[in-house]
């Protein structure tokens, strides 16, 4: 398939969002946002790096993909709106394949209203999908990282862990076990972003948030380190699904803290505003669990505290890091 | 390197734009243009597809991947304000080679005041370098190409062929000849958009526009169908370096109509704006010249032809396109 005709055959036939002033067809994409502050972010996912297509259907890549840039969105509080997207594919790599892949960014895009607005389609020898989503917040009203304050309730939505289990059971399970652990595989492949939750945060002032791409251990460092203060974790607080139970201690233990891919939301809010946000959750049919607090510690600021099993440890940035050289 | 080090290794110090809120250091950046249109376009680099490290400096793959994306931004009439870099990066490329593609972004970004404010960067097998830059256009202001009117006056900025004719040096040119055609090597190397001329339009009421990657004749094909319009183009107009004329006729010719990568602007305007265009071109000191006219033929409409040695024929589109399958 030549490159047009293949473009041809991804572009929207209509666009869901009034934003968008000239979508795919010209030199680039026109968006109009009156008033609001626009957030962007890019997100690349690489063959046998991120995912291997012995796990990974094409559907579940692209999916996946667009999945990790909108909870990028959702950990600024804001709203996704559009999406360019760049791709280096093999030759291996079939037409229908390649659609595939699109069927899957459009598949979430659906949920939140939005629209592929342009993109760059070039040969490679290994697939590299680099998303780069388009969001808006109302001006000023972006969540940082910066913002956790003493005494703050620390939370994180849904539960931890079912992402790397869900990649354990494609890589290890029985197809016996692949059908009682569906709950896990589906969240490894189809992860839902928290937006439609922080979007009805509005009215709570301040919270400090970051989206779980990489294991809490991760991303709570970060917001100490952003923040400059103290995270005070209780582990027996940290949720996890029923079944994951049924797996050793020290696999739970890793998956809920490192390993990644939930694309939960942690963050901190103040003890006043804790009610509301339970009260927002409820409505919004998202769990949350409280798993900690912020401290002043000047000793120990910047970093993470593990209280488990009466004792307290230093919890490091274990995520692991695509870069290593 | 850690992705980390390698981060903190290239976050700039400062933004030099206002409108970045939130940079590198976040889940995603912020931007903040009021009562402007946003721009967003992306463009991506593969080695061994769209450079050599035979020919291409690391600090000229960045400078001329940004080049690329900054000349969309102009093609559609705006300024470009940011980007965001996602790079997947083999082992085989040293910290210092990285840097160097970064520090050849960053030597054009200087040039319009652009920041970088995000990123990815992972492992692959093969450097993959996707730019998505942001861009402002006042409102309802952008060009299209679908905006060529019967009557209007073809222009190009530039002279074209350049880059082609360069990469051709580069491949197969002894030492002397290098130095003698330093220009061509340039001109592929840095290409420079055409964003200060084009900024200066702002008062032409209608402009169809298109930015030239891949060759006139591809270029053109894109604002007749666009248009549904007939574009005839006069070879014999169509501006070139004097050097070039050292080249064989069919290398001048196929450079010329389908070299691409120059960079250079193709566009269509009323024959009563021409003279202001003129002014405008002399102003920010940038060539124009006039290349043909555009004619409403329904019968020919959607197509472009070319007036070379007494005889008019078709030009088809014959830039090449990087997807064949």
Same mark, same amino acid.
């Given at each position: 398939?030549?490159?047009?005709?293949?473009?041809?055959?991804?572009?929207?036939?209509?666009?869901?969002?009034?934003?968008?002033?000239?979508?795919?067809?010209?030199?680039?994409?026109?968006?109009?946002?009156?008033?609001?502050?626009?957030?962007?972010?890019?997100?690349?996912?690489?063959?046998?790096?991120?995912?291997?297509?012995?796990?990974?259907?094409?559907?579940?890549?692209?999916?996946?993909?667009?999945?990790?840039?909108?909870?990028?969105?959702?950990?600024?509080?804001?709203?996704?709106?559009?999406?360019?997207?760049?791709?280096?594919?093999?030759?291996?790599?079939?037409?229908?394949?390649?659609?595939?892949?699109?069927?899957?960014?459009?598949?979430?895009?659906?949920?939140?209203?939005?629209?592929?607005?342009?993109?760059?389609?070039?040969?490679?020898?290994?697939?590299?999908?680099?998303?780069?989503?388009?969001?808006?917040? @109302?001006? !000023?009203?972006?969540?940082?990282?910066?913002?956790? #304050?003493?005494?703050? =309730?620390?939370?994180? +939505?849904? $539960?931890?862990?079912?992402?790397?289990?869900?990649?354990?059971?494609?890589?290890?399970?029985?197809?016996?076990?692949?059908?009682?652990?569906?709950?896990?595989?589906?969240?490894?492949?189809?992860?839902?972003?928290?937006?439609?939750?922080?979007?009805?945060?509005?009215?709570?002032?301040?919270?400090?948030?970051?989206?779980?791409?990489?294991?809490?251990?991760?991303?709570?460092?970060?917001?100490?380190?952003?923040?400059?203060?103290?995270?005070?974790?209780?582990?027996?607080?940290?949720?996890?699904?029923?079944?994951?139970?049924?797996?050793?201690?020290?696999?739970?233990?890793?998956?809920?803290?490192?390993?990644?891919?939930?694309?939960? @939301?942690? !963050?901190?809010?103040?003890?006043?505003?804790?009610? #509301?946000?339970?009260? =927002?959750?409820?409505? +919004?049919? $998202?769990?949350?669990?409280?798993?900690?607090?912020?401290?002043?510690?000047?000793?120990?600021?910047?970093?993470?505290?593990?209280?488990?099993?009466?004792?307290?440890?230093?919890?490091?940035?274990?995520?692991?890091?695509?870069?290593?050289?």
């Amino acid at each position: 398939m030549e490159e047009f005709d293949f473009i041809r055959s991804i572009k929207p036939d209509f666009y869901r969002q009034s934003s968008v002033v000239k979508g795919i067809g010209d030199d680039a994409a026109i968006v109009r946002h009156t008033n609001k502050d626009i957030i962007t972010t890019v997100d690349t996912m690489v063959e046998n790096v991120h995912f291997s297509s012995k796990t990974t259907e094409p559907f579940h890549i692209g999916y996946r993909a667009l999945a990790a840039n909108i909870s990028d969105i959702a950990a600024m509080g804001g709203m996704p709106t559009s999406y360019v997207v760049s791709i280096a594919i093999p030759d291996s790599w079939s037409a229908d394949e390649l659609q595939e892949i699109y069927h899957g960014m459009d598949d979430l895009a659906k949920v939140f209203n939005m629209d592929l607005i342009g993109g760059d389609t070039v040969s490679g020898e290994q697939l590299v999908l680099s998303i780069t989503v388009l969001g808006t917040v @109302l001006k !000023g009203k972006a969540r940082y990282r910066s913002d956790a #304050q003493e005494h703050d =309730i620390i939370f994180v +939505t849904g $539960t931890l862990g079912d992402a790397a289990c869900g990649l354990h059971i494609l890589l290890n399970a029985s197809q016996t076990d692949r059908e009682k652990y569906r709950y896990f595989i589906d969240r490894h492949r189809m992860p839902m972003p928290r937006v439609s939750f922080i979007n009805q945060c509005e009215a709570i002032k301040r919270l400090s948030l970051n989206d779980i791409s990489d294991g809490i251990a991760n991303e709570a460092n970060e917001i100490a380190v952003a923040s400059d203060k103290t995270l005070l974790i209780e582990y027996n607080k940290v949720p996890s699904h029923p079944q994951l139970s049924n797996f050793s201690s020290e696999q739970q233990f890793n998956w809920m803290l490192s390993g990644g891919e939930d694309f939960e @939301l942690i !963050g901190t809010v103040s003890e006043k505003d804790w009610e #509301q946000l339970e009260t =927002i959750a409820m409505k +919004t049919n $998202t769990k949350i669990s409280a798993i900690g607090t912020v401290r002043n510690d000047l000793k120990k600021n910047g970093t993470v505290w593990l209280q488990h099993n009466h004792e307290s440890n230093r919890l490091k940035k274990s995520g692991y890091t695509h870069l290593r050289r």
